[in-house]
Every structure is written in C-alpha cells, then in structure tokens.
C-alpha cells in the first residue's frame, strides 16, 4: 500500500532562531520509530536539544548530513506513516512529499519554509519546541542502524563538501581528500569532544572509539593527544602541524595561502557559528542600537566575607557563595530602581516604548566550551540567597553540558557577571541585548582602605554598570550602584530590610 509521506520540518527551537546546527541522526531510514520519539539531536545559537518526532511510522528519507547547518521550516525528516510504504516520487509541485522526494526547485522549497515560518509565529501550532508533544511515547530504535552513525564535523574548515557523512543506505565512495575511509567511521555525540580534538590537532579519522559502536569518547581524544605526534596521524608531513588534521589535498586553507594585508600565511579559518555566531550577532546589535554609559564604585566588601565566613562555620556546606547574596542584592536594588528592568522597543512605524515587568528574571554570564552564555533564574526576586545560589548552580552545570533549554538562555531581563573569577578589576561591559543594562563584579582584592578616619587594609571590590541611556539617566544608574554598593558593605542591615 502506498501513502504519502509525512514531512517533518526543522521547528523553531527557540523564539526568534532562524537555524541550527545538524550534530547527529539518532534514527536510520528504514527504522520503526513512534510519536516524541528523538530523531536527531541539533545544536542552535543557544543550546543543544534532541528533536522529537511528531509522527510514527518508518524513517523513509533523512534530509541533511551531520555537521550541515539547516535553516527552520526546511525539511529535516520524512515518515512514511504506520502500515505504509513511501510514496513514489511525483510530479514537481510545491508540496511536502514533492519536497521530499527532492522534485522541487530551492525557490519552491525556499517558499515552502517561509510559509512554514510564518505560520509558527501566527501560532497555526507547527511550532515544535523541542521537547515533544503531550501524551506521546518514547520508544527506542527497533533494529541495528547500519554502521556507526556517521560523524560529523570533526574538522569543518577542510572537509570535503559533501563528504561530512555517509548515506545510511548506500554505500561508502571510495577515499579522496577529506572523505571517511571506507569501514571507518568515527562516531562523536559530543561537540565538546569534537572541539577538543579540533583545538590539538587530532584527526578523528585516526581514533578508534572506545564507546558503544565505536563511539569516540573523550578519554580517546585524551589519549591521541597525549600520544606522540606520529602515531595520531601518520600521514602527515612532520612539517606542516595544520595537516595533523586533515589529509594535505583539498583543504580549506591550503599551505601557502597568504594573507594580501599581512603577508602572512593563514593557519586557520574557523566558521563563526553556534554560540560564538549568536554572541557576534548579539553584541553588534547591543553596540548599534544602545547608546550605553558606564558608572563603576569601588566597595569594600570585608562585611560581606566576615558575614559568609561565619555562616559558613555554622553551616558547612550549605551556605550561599557571594555572587548569590551580591544577586539578591541586585534583585532588590532592582525594585527600587524598576527603570533598569525593562525593554527599549521601537515598532515597525517608528514608535518607541519602554517596556517594564512584573518581576525579575536574572540572568548571569557563564563562560563554557561552547562559548559565553547567560542563564536566567527566573523570577528571582521571590527567592533568598539559598535559593538563588541552588539554581545558579543548576543553570550553570546545565549550560556547561550544552543542555540548557531556549527558555533558560533567553529569557532575562537584567543580567550579572562576575568577571573577577578572571583575575580582572573592571569591565567597560557591553549589554545583553534587548536588556537595558548588566551589573559586572570584578575581582576582591586587598587594598588600603579608611576606615573611621584611619588607614586599613580591607577586602575591595569594583562594580561597573553598564546602562542604556535611552531608559534612565545617570541619577537612577547611580542610584542603583549605589544602592548595591551599600548592601555589600552592609550586608546584615540590608538583608534583615528585605
């Protein structure tokens, strides 16, 4: 019996996330998969999520290789329903199953996707978030994939193109430049894995996975690393260090390439994509539209260590760390000063509004292999110190794996960043757009200090504020620093006030 097949597209893993980043199939054509079962796991600007099927039946077509970057509304996965065997292909028409059989044109499929764009922020329901649908089951896969799930984006700048993946149903192209050898191919789930090969110089093509059908782990990178340079790739001149990782013929940056400003030759071109291109985006856009100020104090925070050190003697290992009491601070300088917690928007005809909200969802910078990311506790201002230290912990071990949800990394309204964990003082800090402004701590040193008319040595510490001057001026910025300023140096009067 024939049927027509079920197109999935890529959903909006996010609000306002155009694209993202194919890092591995988890199904095969040909296998039995049921409704919110993952079928590949992506990488977006903004975290690492599995993707589930909104359909059951059996994989007939899996659209994109790993390591490709596929832009929202495309085709990712077609299904042919339960019972059913794939359709032939038909005629050219701008349709999901013509799409499928790959009969349309890239503007046909162009316009397919922008429709399918437009009609998630209509709210028609084809937004996936990428955490399944009610009531759905997961089941595993119903027989063996054939081979190791092809590996991806081991070393994206001299890949050949094409060559990131092998078809699941057919068989392997003989070697050329850039391409898998035949019966060889490395599985990595991993990005960090992948980056830390990237980072030394490791070919992956050389390891043998120690996981689960010769999946590459990170103890196998380690290894390869700590391995004398001939064995992680043999075929690799002793003189050119960039072709450790990958063959000398057809890479991206060829030997000898030269830079016309410099003169130099070029080592490296790196893609700017995934966190780093969302933080690139996000930055540009904060330094265009807001015109930013900066007001900084220096504090003496040796009330505030004192206070900590004897919680901490009484209580061991249950005692908020500093940036949790310096972030309940904030939340309530926040109330005070609401101006510094809201939105500049600028609407399609020109007007301007500034947007504020009942609540408070902070946000913290939080630096990991991926790149620097920012976590929010949402609705901060309703927990104490204890609470808050709890789930920054949480946001900050769940960002670090990659594992942190759009919602987590996107919904802020104020951001914290303790740069001093850098060893630095200060910060010219550029605002996490759309918020209206970030609070920095810099690191607590010892420094002459008058205390009561005499001189002292006390712990000190730098706060910056950087503001959007569209929002409030400098008395209200002042005022806010000011405010939390004050509480770090009197931190048992604010907090019994609170």
């Known amino acids: ?100 059989t790959g009969v349309v044109t890239d503007a046909e499929a162009s316009a397919a996707a922008e429709t399918y ?38 070393a994206p700048p001299v ?61 196998d990178v380690e290894a390869a690393i700590s391995a004398p340079e001939a064995a992680a790739a043999p075929s690799a001149p002793a003189q050119a260090p960039a072709e450790a990782v990958a063959p000398a013929a057809g890479p991206a940056v060829a030997s000898g390439d030269l830079d016309g400003r410099t003169g130099l030759a070029v080592s490296t071109r790196t893609p700017v994509r995934g966190v780093r291109k969302a933080v690139a985006a996000n930055m540009t856009k904060s330094r265009t ?42 939340t309530a300088g926040l109330k005070t000063y609401p101006a510094l917690n809201t939105r500049f928007e600028t609407g399609a005809d020109g007007s301007q509004e500034i947007v504020g909200f009942d609540g408070i969802n902070l946000g913290f910078a939080a630096q990991t292999d991926r790149g620097l990311v920012v976590p929010s506790v949402r609705n901060a201002h309703q927990l104490s110190a204890r609470e808050l230290d709890a789930e920054i912990r949480r946001l900050t071990a769940v960002a670090r794996e990659g594992k942190a949800t759009p919602t987590e990394l996107g919904s802020g309204t104020f951001t914290l960043n303790n740069y001093g964990v850098f060893g630095v003082d200060g910060s010219a800090a550029i605002i996490n757009y759309p918020e209206v402004a970030m609070l920095g701590v810099g690191r607590i040193i010892d420094k002459p200090w008058v205390v009561n008319g005499e001189l002292a040595v006390r712990k000190v510490t730098e706060l910056t504020l950087a503001f959007d001057h569209r929002v409030c001026d400098g008395e209200t910025a002042a005022g806010f620093l000011r405010y939390v300023a004050d509480c770090i140096e009197n931190p048992g009067g604010a907090l019994a006030d609170m």
């Open 159 to 219: 890949a050949a193109p094409g060559a990131s993946v092998a078809a699941p149903e057919a068989p392997m192209e003989p070697a050329v430049a850039g391409t898998r050898i035949p019966g060889k191919l490395s599985a990595v789930i991993s990005p960090l894995v992948r980056k830390m090969a990237r980072d030394h110089g490791v070919s992956l093509e050389a390891i043998n996975g120690s996981g689960a059908s010769g999946l590459i782990m990170r103890r």
């Open 289 to 330: 539209e807001i015109p930013e100020a900066t007001v900084w104090v220096d504090v003496d925070a040796t009330a505030l260590l004192d206070m900590r050190a004897e919680l901490k003697k009484r209580a061991p290992h249950d005692t908020p760390g500093l940036l949790a009491f310096i972030a309940r601070f904030v």
């Open 1 to 100: 019996m024939s049927s027509e097949l079920q197109v999935f597209r890529l959903p909006d893993l996010g609000e306002g996330l155009t694209e993202a980043e194919l890092v591995n199939w988890l199904v095969a054509v040909g296998d039995q998969i049921k409704v919110d079962q993952p079928i590949a796991e992506v990488e977006t600007a903004k975290s690492m999520v599995e993707v589930p099927s909104p359909y059951a039946g059996t994989v007939a077509e899996l659209h994109g290789q790993a390591g490709e970057t596929l832009d929202v509304g495309k085709p990712l996965i077609s299904i042919a329903p339960v019972g059913a065997t794939p359709a032939e292909p038909k005629a050219p028409a701008a349709t999901d199953d013509a799409v499928s």
């Open 117 to 154: 764009r437009t009609e998630e922020k209509a709210g028609s329901g084809n937004v996936l978030i990428g955490y399944g649908t009610p009531g759905g089951a997961t089941g595993g896969r119903t027989r063996p994939r054939k081979g190791s799930v092809a590996v991806v984006d081991a």
